[in-house]
């Protein structure tokens, strides 16, 4: 008996809407207590639309559904099912027609965006992929929300009285059917249901409902028993299908929307700038930067104010990365104090104006004398054609600094660059420097704003920094009393000799002429074995590299045996008949 007064009530809403009037909004204050962590502190509301003394659009704390707050004034609507998008717009179906319509909670103005044709009881916002989904109780259908357009994407099996729908904020779809009293999980690609289970409330017409975005709680609303039949608020949990109450609304109230907004908060005001709030000296990099951050994860974008006097000017405006260098890579006035501040815009609009920051920076300082000459001060036996290379560094954190380098076989050595960029220098370019002198040098550095310093005077002296190995190209097999050729080389092109031992004792020196880099000496060995070679060359400064070697063999010869074998036999006969009895 219940279902059909409750039908009777509900078609008393089901009409066109009447007027549509302009109307001022009574707002109800929502304070926002949000912290850099994240922690969110706020008093959710829902939306109902229906019948009430001073409009047709009403908002209520959840905690408290009779607290309602008018929010369009005037004139009546009669529409039912409800759903509200990110963007805070309602969408409503036309009872009878199925057309549907949008609805402006800020400026109470309505739109027809399409539908029609069937008599839709349910509708709800997928906030994953941003269309709307219907019922009219046996089937799901989905809508573009540009269009109206609909398609059917499948039946409910038995269940043919889901009476509303509702998405929670993982895009997750919930019904309610009115039959059975149960809550389901409905999957949006085939329409099939999974019981959640009975949600111990008696549902009816107007059972419409909603997730609350800040926290995934579903509520939902329903006309309450005979015979006041006043409408209530229940919380519903999702694992069980169970409903709690929470209240009943008005006595003269009568419902036929109910949706909960979505609560946009500002993003987090701006902190930790860097560089640091106050700082004094700044002698480091350029760039301007600070953390941000926004609660409800939106994409954010930036004005920056930054200048030398307070406040500061507008520089950067709407830009999605908050970096700025202001000179480009280089330095700015020093011993100048700068102020800036960062203001901080979500996409819905929202935004947050963070604190005047300043700095100043330092005084420019000389660069430091330029440090680890290569080669090293005091080196000695350096290679006639060494480069010359240092480090530059500037206190002010300068890039690029210029160099002049003075060089010479006197102290103090002469200017051979003037503003350099390089931090190294080749004292002759193709050429060499002369072998055994000592050189001087030192370099004198600059930085763009004209300061400089100059190095200690380094020295050095030229050398050999050791002879090569030499090479012994020459035969390996060898005879006894044979005289044999070997070539000795080494490569360089400096005056030497080499010292060669033969490896039966001998040595022997050998100093090609014309400052040649090789030679050529023969040896005979009179007795048999194996011999090493041995090579090396000296200077003459007396540098002496290190030895090479070649190993020889000298073996016995086959004439020897055979002489001997015959000699023996001649000698004993009878030891041959013998050895060819054997």
């Not at 993003?267 to 640091?276: D, G, L, Q, T």
Request: net charge negative.
């Amino acid at each position: 008996m219940k279902k059909y007064v409750i039908i009777a009530a509900g078609i008393t809403f089901l009409l066109i809407c009447t007027s549509f009037v302009s109307s001022s909004r009574n707002i109800l204050e929502i304070e926002h207590n949000i912290d850099q962590n994240g922690v969110l502190s706020c008093d959710h509301i829902g939306y109902v639309l229906g019948s009430g003394e001073e409009g047709w659009l009403y908002e209520f704390p959840l905690n408290n559904p009779s607290d309602l707050t008018c929010v369009c004034e005037g004139g009546s609507c009669f529409t039912y099912g409800g759903a509200i998008t990110n963007d805070n717009l309602i969408y409503t179906t036309e009872y009878g027609t199925g057309i549907i319509w949008m609805i402006d909670p800020e400026s109470c103005e309505w739109y027809a965006i399409g539908g029609g044709g069937a008599g839709y009881s349910a509708l709800s916002f997928d906030p994953i992929s941003g269309y709307l989904y219907t019922t009219e109780g046996a089937h799901l259908w989905k809508i573009d929300i540009e269009t109206g357009e609909l398609e059917l994407i499948g039946s409910f099996g038995n269940v043919n009285m889901m009476i509303d729908l509702a998405f929670d904020t993982e895009g997750t779809l919930y019904g309610w059917d009115i039959l059975y009293d149960t809550l389901w999980i409905i999957d949006t690609e085939t329409a099939d249901l999974t019981e959640v289970g009975e949600m111990g409330i008696n549902l009816n017409y107007v059972a419409y409902g909603d997730f609350c975005k800040e926290d995934n709680i579903l509520y939902i609303t329903t006309i309450g028993p005979s015979p006041d039949y006043i409408y209530q608020l229940y919380e519903c949990d999702t694992e069980t299908g169970e409903c709690s109450h929470i209240g009943q609304f008005p006595e003269d109230f009568e419902l036929s929307i109910f949706a909960i907004p979505w609560i946009n908060h500002p993003p987090y005001k701006p902190c930790n700038p860097r560089p640091m709030n106050g700082t004094t000296g700044v002698v480091y990099g350029p760039g301007f930067t600070c953390d941000t951050g926004d609660p409800d994860g939106d994409e954010l974008i930036y004005d920056l104010y930054w200048g030398v006097s307070n406040p500061p000017p507008l520089v950067l405006s709407n830009v999605s990365e908050l970096w700025y260098d202001p000179y480009g890579g280089e330095w700015p006035l020093f011993n100048t104090t700068i102020y800036w501040k960062v203001v901080v815009k979500d996409e819905h609009g929202a935004s947050v104006e963070g604190d005047i920051w300043h700095i100043t920076y330092a005084k420019n300082y000389p660069p430091y004398p330029a440090k680890n000459p290569n080669p090293a001060n005091g080196a000695e036996q350096v290679p006639v054609n060494a480069s010359l290379s240092w480090t530059g560094w500037d206190p002010n954190g300068w890039e690029e600094l210029t160099y002049d380098v003075y060089f010479g076989l006197y102290d103090p050595p002469t200017q051979q660059t003037y503003n350099q960029t390089k931090t190294s220098y080749d004292p002759y370019g193709t050429g060499d420097m002369q072998l055994f002198e000592t050189y001087y040098w030192k370099i004198v550095t600059r930085d763009r704003e004209g300061e400089s310093s100059v190095s200690p005077t380094w020295t050095f002296k030229t050398g050999y920094c050791g002879l090569p190995v030499p090479k012994i190209v020459g035969p390996t097999k060898l005879k006894i009393n044979v005289e044999y050729n070997y070539t000795f080389s080494i490569d360089t092109e400096d005056k030497v000799c080499f010292e060669v031992k033969w490896g039966d004792g001998t040595s022997e020196i050998f100093c090609p002429p014309l400052n040649l880099s090789y030679v050529i000496a023969n040896h005979t060995w009179n007795m048999i074995g194996s011999f090493t070679i041995w090579v090396r060359c000296f200077d003459e400064h007396g540098n002496y590299g290190d030895w090479g070697n070649l190993n020889i063999e000298i073996p016995r010869e086959k004439s020897i045996y055979y002489f001997l074998y015959n000699f023996i036999l001649e000698r004993y006969p009878l030891l041959g008949v013998f050895l060819r009895i054997t």
